[in-house]
């Protein structure tokens, strides 16, 4: 069994930062791309960004140049360091991985989500 468990949401300030961080644990053989997506009420989740196994990361237009998607593959843990957050962030974040559990085949997992708001 395989679980995500986040930290870091919160309530920030516009133009301030906070860190959110996924550790994914469980009977994992191998983790592959991990990444966080975000929601708000009445709309698709959107992907925010992703880091694959080797560290290659991708992001979403509206965050460059203001979050940096890390990842520790010995911890199997992701991170999201969001820097000059505007109100336009506020959603829950979630954290997903592609996972092989231990005998087992490729799956995705989700995070159960953390809430960030941005407001003055």
């Known amino acids: 069994q395989v679980q995500l468990v986040e930290s870091g949401g919160g309530l920030v300030q516009p133009g301030g930062s906070l860190r959110l961080s996924c550790a994914a644990s469980?009977?994992?053989?191998?983790?592959?791309?991990m990444g966080w997506y975000r929601q708000v009420p009445e709309k698709k989740r959107e992907l925010v960004a992703t880091v694959s196994s080797g560290g290659i990361t991708n992001y979403v237009d509206s965050v460059k140049g203001r979050f940096t998607i890390s990842r520790d593959n010995a911890k199997n843990t992701v991170y999201l360091q969001m820097n000059s957050l505007k109100p336009d962030d506020t959603a829950v974040y979630y954290c997903n991985a592609q996972i092989v559990p231990i005998g087992a085949t490729l799956s995705g997992y989700w995070g159960q989500g953390t809430q960030v708001t941005v407001s003055s």
């Open positions: 469980g009977s994992i053989f191998r983790t592959y791309d």
